[in-house]
């Protein structure tokens, strides 16, 4: 069984930059899109970005448009969410996720259509 291994959260002020990193367990692994979404208490699991492998095309939420940045290294097969101006709303679990089918899947901003999940790593902004 795959898992996806997340790093790179952590404490930060408001304003501050973080980047978070995912790599499979297994380096022949390989999927169609990986991404990332966030949980915060009381909230529901919510998109935040996602990488298709073969094209590098890219979809972000609007709330992160413009200070996040998806990005991929296919030699390492890890993706890496680099995160700028973070706010205290953007604290969060962050979970790395991985989808093996196409387009066909649906959506690439629902939790559901995607296969394989990370532990999470947790993101902290204070004020």
């Known amino acids: 069984q795959v898992q996806l291994v997340e790093s790179g959260g952590g404490l930060v002020q408001a304003g501050g930059s973080l980047r978070l990193s995912c790599a499979p367990s297994?380096?022949?692994?390989?999927?169609?899109?990986m991404g990332w979404f966030r949980q915060a208490p009381g909230h529901e699991r919510e998109f935040v970005a996602t990488?298709?492998?073969?094209?590098?095309?890219?979809y972000y939420a609007d709330s992160v448009k413009g200070r996040f940045t998806i990005s991929r290294d296919n030699a390492k097969n890890t993706v890496y969410l680099q995160m700028n101006s973070l706010k205290p709303e953007d604290t969060a679990i962050y979970y790395c996720a991985a989808r093996t089918g196409g387009v066909y899947r649906g959506s690439y901003y629902l939790p559901i259509n995607y296969d394989y999940w990370g532990q999470g790593t947790q993101v902290t902004v204070s004020s």
């Open positions: 297994r380096r022949t692994f390989s999927s169609y899109a």
């Open positions: 990488i298709i492998w073969s094209s590098g095309s890219t």
